[in-house]
């Protein structure tokens, strides 16, 4: 069964979001399966929710309402903080429709005061329902929460089922270390497994587990959204230059701007440093772009192996090495690329650098660099020396096998961008017809780098092709059919702010 990360089902949540399912209806959703979950296991009688104030508490308040809403059940809800404090809109509103519904409500600031009335609502109760924290947890179980799992962890002990909401409270929905956890006679999980319940020592806190369908958008999982840029890093205010990442881009000869656009969008990207090593005729050309970009000049009219005395240096002293643009096919070329990739920690390869991949260079590179390659149909059938499906099923596969046969993450563009690590794979839609003109590839090999430089390789071509292609889109709004690779660029910017990633 399928699991996932924390962070990755909150961007899942977002993407629903912009894809026009709210919030506010998913924690519906969510909390009328817990309800059904209660009505199953208890016929009727006393049940106490326990509540935080984050949205795993809003799905308890969902819960508690419809379950009030049925004969035979005396429902009660314990608010861990005053509800004023309440974290989410949707919280809130499901926390304020409780006073319609015939709901007993305490709220609860300290633990004093939590085990003054412990005696009479725990002990009372036929059932107990924890959505203390979910998967929103971090950092150590402070007062009343610590008391409060103790407590629902007695009521446990004295018989009772206890339901917790998604994850067990105290649990880590990652699998990393914890203080203390409810331990759940039901765990009901949403839309797929948390990695954390999975765990070895996470068997005695889950007790039995569910997995609940809430309705999420298939597309909200299948293609990248804003959610997923949410999960790239973010800078620290602490960081210092370089921080935030060190590209080195090896291009050009026979062509200079493409290297030049390369450069500018991983800058535009985040990146701290760019440097652009060039053949010496169009050294100065790529200086000309801006004088933000650092030039080397490498030692001929085209990349070559004698470049290999200066480029290890380079390479070393970077966090990615971006390279094939506007090179050209050369056999001294060629011939550079491949001694070039095994002094590289991390590589995106894109354009004419593709062309000097062979079945021994991946081999000799597996577990030595990590690589994305980016290329379009036609590059992506002579790296694979067959023709490119014209299926839409059909070139999804290609790209998973591909990618699982030579240990690489793929990013073959197109109408629909396919992006696969061979465990996972994503589709990207955004790009518009206006995008190809040329450069624009250029300019997400770049992206693509800089991102590469401070986020996980899959995770980095992904949300690289998303930024590109909104970045176009937003330029095709005012240039139409005119727009430049340099309009895609200048609204890199604004696609990284408008999804707070900083």
């Known amino acids: 069964m399928k699991c996932i990360s924390s962070l990755r089902m909150k961007a899942i949540d977002r993407n629903c979001e912009c894809l026009g399912l709210l919030p506010i209806q998913l924690m519906e959703n969510a909390g009328a399966v817990i309800a059904q979950n ?13 509540a935080g104030r984050g949205n795993n508490g809003g799905d308890a308040f969902v819960a508690a309402r419809h379950l009030a809403g049925s004969s035979g059940y005396i429902v009660k809800v314990i608010v861990l903080g005053k509800a004023r404090d309440i974290g989410t809109g949707e919280a809130f509103h499901n926390f304020s429709l409780l006073k319609f519904s015939r709901v007993q409500i305490l709220e609860i600031t300290d633990s004093s005061q939590l085990r003054a009335v ?42 009772k089922t206890v339901i917790s909401v998604d994850i067990p409270s105290g649990l880590d929905p990652d699998g990393g270390d914890f203080e203390k ?37 298939a597309d909200a999982e299948q293609y990248v959204g804003p959610g997923d840029l949410t999960m790239l890093h973010r800078r620290k205010p602490e960081g210092h230059k370089g921080d935030s990442g060190k590209i080195l881009v090896i291009g050009g000869g026979p062509y200079s ?8 969008a991983a800058l535009k990207a985040g990146a701290d440093l760019v440097t652009v090593a060039v053949p010496v005729p169009v050294a100065e050309i790529v200086a000309s772009y801006s004088p933000n970009l650092i030039v ?6 085209v990349l070559c192996p004698d470049d290999l005395s200066i480029l290890p240096d380079l390479i070393n002293s970077h966090d ?17 690329v491949r001694k ?16 000097a991949l062979s079945g021994s260079i991946f081999e000799a590179l597996s577990g030595n660099c990590e690589l994305i390659v980016t290329p379009h149909a036609g590059e992506f059938a002579r790296l694979r020396n067959m023709k490119t ?36 794979t994503l589709l990207n839609r955004t790009g518009n017809t206006g995008m190809t003109v040329g450069g624009t590839g250029d300019v997400l090999a770049g992206l693509t780098g800089s991102l590469f430089s401070r986020n996980p390789a899959f995770l980095a071509a992904a949300c690289a092709a998303y930024i590109n292609g909104a970045a176009g889109d937003l330029a095709f709004e005012k240039a139409g059919n005119g727009l430049l690779a340099t309009d895609v660029i200048e609204n890199i910017p604004r696609i990284i702010k408008e999804a707070d990633i900083g």
């Open 38 to 50: 209660i009505r199953e296991k208890l016929e009727s009688g006393k049940v106490l929710f326990v």
């Open 118 to 159: 412990a005696s009479d609502w725990f002990s009372e109760a036929d059932m107990v329902v924890d959505a203390v924290f979910g998967t929103g947890i971090t950092g150590d179980i402070k007062e009343p929460e610590s008391t409060v799992i103790d407590l629902i962890n007695g009521e446990g002990k004295a018989g």
């Open 181 to 217: 956890a409810v331990h759940a006679g039901l765990t009901v999980t949403f839309h797929h497994l948390k990695i954390g319940l999975l765990g070895e020592k996470a068997k005695e806190y889950t007790g039995m587990i569910k997995v609940a369908d809430i309705g999420i958008c």
């Open 257 to 264: 701007g493409a290297p030049a656009l390369a450069a500018l």
């Open 296 to 301: 080397r000049k490498l030692s001929s009219n």
């Open 320 to 336: 990615v090495v971006v390279m094939g643009m506007g090179m050209g096919r050369a056999t001294e070329t060629l011939e550079a």
């Open 340 to 355: 070039i990739l095994p002094f590289c920690r991390k590589a995106v390869l894109d354009a004419d650098a593709l062309s």
């Open 389 to 424: 499906p014209e299926s839409y099923e059909a070139r999804i596969r290609a790209v998973r096998e591909f990618s699982e046969e030579k240990g690489v993450v793929t990013l073959l563009k197109g109408r629909t961008d396919i992006i696969s690590d061979r465990k996972q």
